[in-house]
């Protein structure tokens, strides 16, 4: 079945009765060690490449490993982080090396906690934002400040979090040395951000006009670049929005806006499933649960392994004699089935 009918037919079907079988995807999850030996004890632990990395080798990793991410083929984008970020501290000059670096370890970041290696999350972040300071692109800097956050929200510190995106935001605005359209996508991004977490710490008027400012940011950067802006993105984040407040009616009426097929990744588009499997659980609607869950797995069979999905996939086996297939599923998603 071609990719775009799946997603819009996947999106219909949310609010269809009926429920179909899911094809097995049976895949492993894969932890990257090569990366936790690469922070604990440096470039020592891991394999020398064949060739002596070059510039071009080292800016053709850096759109692979983006590209990896965005198709959610999280493992070997695990397998190869590793050699790519030290392949990348070793050409260039200082400050070359360290934007390099700086780029790869934001990845690292945003995988590990993809596949849940909460373990690396803090220490990655910091390795990232460490590399772009030395590295002195303001881009750089504004979105390793933004992982930055993201592991303090995960440790549970909601208001660091937030805070620290939110002055990235302002010191990114004032720093004309990137080009504004560059510059205003990142706020967009790093309010966006700010957003959600705000959303997990119950502040809903905070929420609410961070996402806002997120929204301006974004629209600004189309603007300015005379492209097509990032809203939709920023829609997504007003999903999560939704659902952290509590409120998954509106959370659903966004979702019912937004078509996934103009997403413009997997990822996104994975994302976009799972945030509304979430909300229809938090509605008490677990056929509807279950149906968007399908979809993501259909988009991203790796993206049903993050603990999000196993959490709703355990809730969901309480219902197995009126869910067809889902023990299947969850134990797909990684869930100890009795």
């Not at 004309?176 to 991004?189: G, I, K, Q, S």
């Not at 905070?206 to 005379?226: Q, W, Y």
Request: glycine share 6%; aromatic share 4%; hydrophobic share 45%.
């Amino acid at each position: 079945m071609r990719r775009r009918p799946f997603l819009t037919l996947a999106a219909a079907a949310l609010f269809a009765p009926s429920i179909g079988q899911q094809a097995a995807h049976a895949q492993e999850k894969e932890l990257p060690g090569d990366l936790e030996d690469l922070l604990l004890y440096g470039q020592d632990r891991i394999q020398a490449p064949r060739r002596e990395p070059t510039r071009q080798t080292v800016a053709a990793s850096l759109v692979a490993s983006r590209e990896e991410f965005k198709a959610a083929r999280y493992d070997a984008l695990a397998r190869a982080l590793p050699g790519r970020i030290a392949a990348a501290g070793r050409v260039g000059a200082p400050e070359e090396q360290a934007r390099n670096v700086a780029r790869l370890y934001s990845v690292a970041v945003r995988l590990c906690i993809k596949i849940g290696t909460d373990h690396l999350v803090s220490v990655t972040a910091d390795r990232a934002l460490t590399a772009a300071r030395q590295g002195g692109d303001p881009l750089i800097t504004a979105e390793a400040q933004r992982m930055v956050s993201s592991a303090w929200r995960r440790q549970g510190s909601l208001a660091r979090a937030t805070g620290i995106v939110v002055d990235a935001a302002e010191e990114l605005l004032a720093d004309t040395t990137a080009p504004e359209a560059a510059r205003l996508a990142v706020r967009a991004d790093l309010y966006a951000t700010a957003a959600y977490t705000a959303a997990k710490s119950g502040d809903r008027s905070a929420a609410h006009a961070l996402i806002k400012e997120a929204a301006d940011s974004s629209a600004a950067a189309g603007r300015a670049s005379g492209q097509v802006d990032g809203l939709p993105g920023v829609a997504l984040h007003q999903l999560s929005v939704h659902y952290e407040l509590g409120d998954s009616g509106k959370a659903i009426e966004l979702a019912a806006t937004i078509d996934p097929a103009a997403l413009p990744t997997t990822e996104r588009q994975a994302r976009f499933f799972t945030d509304v499997a979430r909300a229809f659980d938090q509605w008490g609607k677990p056929a509807h649960c279950y149906r968007a869950l399908l979809a993501a797995e259909e988009v991203a069979p790796q993206e049903i392994r993050r603990g999000a999905v196993r959490d709703l996939a355990t809730g969901l086996l309480r219902h197995d004699r009126t869910l067809p297939g889902i023990r299947a599923f969850a134990e797909r998603a990684g869930v100890p089935v009795v």
